[in-house]
């Protein structure tokens, strides 16, 4: 019997043994090392760990379980695969250090500009005129593989220069589009308040009319791009009617200052600033005509918040597939991890999820292309992709293992940066109210009256219509937090 005890641990020790045995001249890694060699920022080989590859060599892309790739057009799919190659070529081997250090990879925007994807959408003026579900693919391929340019792309194209197109006078598209469609102009969208986030409707910024223009006063925080964008749309209550109005505010305005939000653990290469508008003088020609109230920020954000459902769907297929490829390189136990059962039901719940998000955006950008989408939809897919993307985040960041918080290895800075995308355009609560609105009747965005209140009474009086009216824009807006 007491042979059994020394057997077993003789064993044990055989395995420790195997990892601890150089590896063989034809393992993976050794390929790796003598082709690449170098720091984990290149070649994907990182020599204090060469049990697996880093994210600087993006794996390749084995997500489409159900072949969705045949929901695409032909052009659809050559986009898609443009921008994968661009991402996993040029971002992959260099975001994490710019993710590590909070900075905004800035000698990449030629080559990204390159990519011909600004002003997805827009006709004309320079923009490509993407059909949405081709701009979904390319919010997918770009988050995919970084997160943070994923939404500098879409602040700069899908809010700053959307608001343009679609509520901008002629002379302005002319001016702006041609020049942000090539980066050589970079936007931002100025919404979200420190007093006001998911209550964005009721934002406090003014607009006084002034001789030759207007003069704008407040504050605006999460504004991304902020702090070096060369456009600012900026949304404050014009004093003269009480309604929401937008301005076109240019970089270096007297009256503007910038500072960076600091220590964020999300999107940390996006450069998140607060901005302070302070009598800053701006002219009649810088006002959107276009816009008249804040209902008006609908037109925007109908298309926008499509692209922010689609951004969970890009970032958990980077996550899924990291990990498919470590679990087939990492060893435990004398074997792949791929091999465990434990393993392959996480690899499993998570491929399938993916599915599910992949076609809730799909089906979301085709009723919008049908002219049938309505913003409760839009909110309900945008609030159900975000929870469903923390979910397959997180267990991805499990089958790493301690890699898993490691941000070259990708999933740690994913797991990160998905808390972001929870919150923003409309945080997961305001968005399933909007959802639980349209279908209960009842709106549940403002706490309960007390009893014997005025404004409890039944829904009549001025003090019942104001409210009737905010719900209406919580509803459309649904707490437009700014990126």
Same mark, same amino acid.
């Given at each position: 019997m007491a042979s059994e005890p020394i057997a077993a641990a003789q064993g044990r020790l055989g395995v420790l043994a195997q990892h601890l045995a150089p590896p063989e001249a034809g393992d993976l890694l050794v390929q790796q090392l003598t082709a690449g060699g170098g720091s984990h920022s290149r070649g994907g080989y990182d020599p204090t760990f060469p049990q697996a590859t880093t994210s600087a060599a993006f794996p390749p892309a084995v997500f489409d379980l159900l072949a969705l790739d045949g929901l695409l057009s032909p052009e659809e799919r050559a986009l898609r695969d443009r921008v994968r190659a661009y991402m996993e070529t040029h971002v992959a081997p260099v975001i994490a250090d710019y993710w590590e250090k909070a900075e905004f990879p800035h000698p990449l925007v030629p080559s990204f500009a390159a990519l011909g994807l600004a002003g997805g959408p827009i006709k004309g003026y320079g923009c490509p005129g993407l059909s949405i579900l081709a701009n979904g693919m390319a919010v997918v391929e770009v988050g995919r593989v970084d997160a943070s340019c994923?939404?500098?792309?879409?602040?700069?194209?899908?809010?700053?220069?959307?608001?343009?197109?679609?509520?901008?006078?002629?002379?302005?598209?002319?001016?702006? %589009?041609?020049?942000?469609?090539?980066?050589?102009? *970079? @936007?931002?969208?100025?919404?979200?308040?420190?007093? !006001?986030?998911?209550?964005?409707?009721?934002?406090?910024?003014?607009a006084t009319k002034v001789p030759g223009g207007w003069m704008l006063n407040g504050y605006k925080r999460w504004i991304g791009n902020g702090t070096w964008a060369d456009v600012c749309i900026m949304w404050a209550r014009n !004093?003269?009617? /009480?309604?929401? !109005? $937008?301005? #076109?505010?240019? =970089?270096?305005?007297?009256?503007?200052?910038?500072? =960076?939000?600091?220590? =964020? +653990? &999300?999107?940390?290469?996006?450069?998140?600033?607060?901005?302070?508008?302070?009598?800053?003088? *701006?002219?009649?020609?810088?006002? %959107?005509?276009?816009?008249?109230?804040?209902?008006?920020?609908?037109?925007?954000?109908?298309?926008?918040?499509?692209?922010?459902?689609?951004?969970?769907? /890009?970032?958990?297929?980077?996550?899924?597939?990291?990990? *498919?490829?470590?679990?087939?390189?990492?060893?435990?136990?004398?074997? $792949?991890?791929?091999?465990?059962?434990?393993?392959?039901?996480?690899? &499993?719940?998570?491929?399938?999820?993916?599915?599910?998000?992949?076609?809730?955006?799909?089906?979301?950008?085709?009723?919008?292309?049908? /002219?049938?989408?309505?913003?409760?939809? $839009?909110?309900?897919?945008?609030?159900?992709?975000?929870?469903?993307?923390?979910?397959? *985040?997180?267990?991805?960041?499990?089958?790493?293992? @301690?890699?898993?918080?490691?941000?070259?290895?990708?999933?740690?800075?994913?797991?990160?940066? #998905?808390?972001? +995308?929870?919150?923003?355009?409309?945080?997961?609560?305001?968005?399933?109210?909007?959802? /639980?609105?349209? #279908?209960?009747?009842a709106a549940a965005f403002r706490a309960p009256a007390k009893a014997g209140s005025s404004s409890a009474a039944a829904g009549t009086g001025a003090g019942a219509k104001g409210h009737r009216e905010g719900d209406k824009e919580q509803q459309q807006g649904a707490g437009s937090r700014a990126k």
């Open positions: 994923s939404t500098f792309l879409l602040v700069h194209s899908h809010l700053a220069m959307l608001t343009i197109a679609l509520l901008g006078s002629e002379e302005q598209k002319q001016e702006l %589009l041609p020049r942000m469609a090539k980066f050589e102009l *970079v @936007g931002c969208w100025a919404l979200t308040e420190p007093s !006001n986030g998911s209550d964005a409707s009721a934002l406090t910024s003014t !004093n003269q009617d /009480g309604q929401v !109005n $937008a301005f #076109i505010v240019r =970089k270096g305005n007297p009256g503007l200052r910038t500072s =960076k939000i600091q220590n =964020k +653990i &999300a999107l940390r290469c996006v450069q998140n600033a607060d901005m302070e508008f302070s009598q800053c003088f *701006v002219p009649d020609s810088a006002r %959107l005509p276009g816009v008249s109230n804040f209902n008006d920020t609908n037109k925007v954000l109908a298309i926008s918040r499509i692209m922010v459902a689609w951004q969970p769907v /890009g970032f958990c297929a980077g996550v899924y597939d990291m990990a *498919v490829r470590y679990c087939s390189e990492r060893k435990q136990f004398g074997s $792949a991890l791929g091999g465990f059962q434990l393993v392959q039901e996480r690899l &499993a719940r998570m491929g399938g999820t993916i599915q599910a998000m992949w076609l809730a955006c799909w089906r979301l950008s085709k009723l919008y292309e049908e /002219g049938r989408m309505t913003h409760e939809q $839009a909110s309900l897919v945008k609030a159900w992709t975000s929870a469903r993307g923390r979910e397959v *985040v997180a267990l991805g960041r499990e089958l790493l293992g @301690g890699n898993g918080i490691l941000s070259h290895f990708h999933v740690a800075k994913a797991f990160c940066d #998905i808390e972001a +995308i929870y919150t923003y355009e409309g945080t997961y609560d305001v968005n399933v109210l909007v959802a /639980g609105r349209r #279908i209960t009747g």
